[in-house]
């Protein structure tokens, strides 16, 4: 079988799963509150109020930051744009969120929330649990809310882990 129309049909599978199943409302503020999080003013905050090592060193860490930022951001477009896969259908019927646009693959939320992880863990890392649990959070509400299939979000995980770690290394 071809390992795509797997990766498809287990998507189709999990959303059909979660479309049915009637989460507590603690959890659909929390997935909601996490959506909001992966936006990006929270991001842009953490790593502009990030302490640093040195002090001198800001304008270092602030340079990696927009480096993959500059990376993600650039990644996730052209992705999109060149698989162009829609939504899951339960993203059309969710009244509190509304998707920037119309394709899912991968998830520039996720790819974001990653990159501003892996940024915090190298930089700060007795907060690493932390920074990596709310990109867990913000991966997992993409999913939870319908905007995204599960696939969506690991190629997201897995793409801001790795052009933030290229930042870092290319600043060395």
Known sequence: MNPLVLVAHSDDW??????????????Q????????L?????????????PTRHDHREA????EALIAAAAVNAAQVTLKRAFRRRRPATAA????????DQFSFPSGHTMNAFA??????VRVP????????????????RVVLGLHYP????AGAVLGSVLASAAVLALG
Do not use: Y
């Open 14 to 27: 999990v959303a059909g799963r979660i479309r049915r199943w009637s989460s507590p409302r603690w959890l």
């Open 29 to 36: 503020v929390w997935m909601v509150a996490a959506t909001r």
């Open 38 to 50: 992966g936006d990006g003013w929270a991001w842009l905050a953490v790593l502009t109020t990030m």
């Open 60 to 63: 270092h860490v602030l340079a």
């Open 93 to 100: 019927s969710h009244r509190l969120l509304v998707a920037s």
């Open 116 to 121: 501003v992880a892996v940024l915090v863990c």
């Open 126 to 141: 007795v907060a690493s649990p932390f920074a990596l649990a709310v990109a867990a959070s913000v991966g997992a509400s």
């Open 151 to 154: 696939s969506d979000v690991v």
